[in-house]
């Protein structure tokens, strides 16, 4: 299911990153996506990021990771999200170990 929204997303906007990751038994584990408008716009932003976790309670058990950046008019503004099965160190050090090539790779100053 989540390959399809993944494939779905770069369809429909090219310029959007995901990655995923499962463990040995092919059991979900991290997934991380950046939309296009949040990628194309980066430039425009506050070089400040402020990130945070938020537990999932519904059937699909795990933990939102987000980070958000402000924009030049001062708005909150979304920039990645990540899906990981739990919050510990092992999904915010795959956060971070994504994130941080990421943000070097669009920043363009």
Excluded: H
């Excluded at 070089?47 to 402000?70: E, R, W």
């Excluded at 001062?74 to 920039?79: A, E, N, R």
């Amino acid at each position: 299911m989540l390959s399809a929204f993944s494939d779905a997303l770069i369809r429909n906007n090219l310029v959007t990153y995901t990655t995923e990751e499962a463990d040995d038994d092919g059991q979900f584990k991290f997934y991380f996506m950046a939309l296009a408008a949040s990628i194309d716009a980066w430039n425009y932003y506050v070089p400040v990021t402020s990130v945070d976790g938020a537990v999932i309670k519904n059937k699909y058990l795990g933990t939102l990771i987000s980070a958000c950046t402000v924009d030049g008019n001062s708005q909150i503004v979304p920039l990645v999200f990540d899906v990981v099965d739990s919050e510990n160190d092992l999904s915010w050090a795959w956060f971070f170990e994504i994130l941080r090539p990421f943000l070097g790779n669009i920043m363009k100053w």
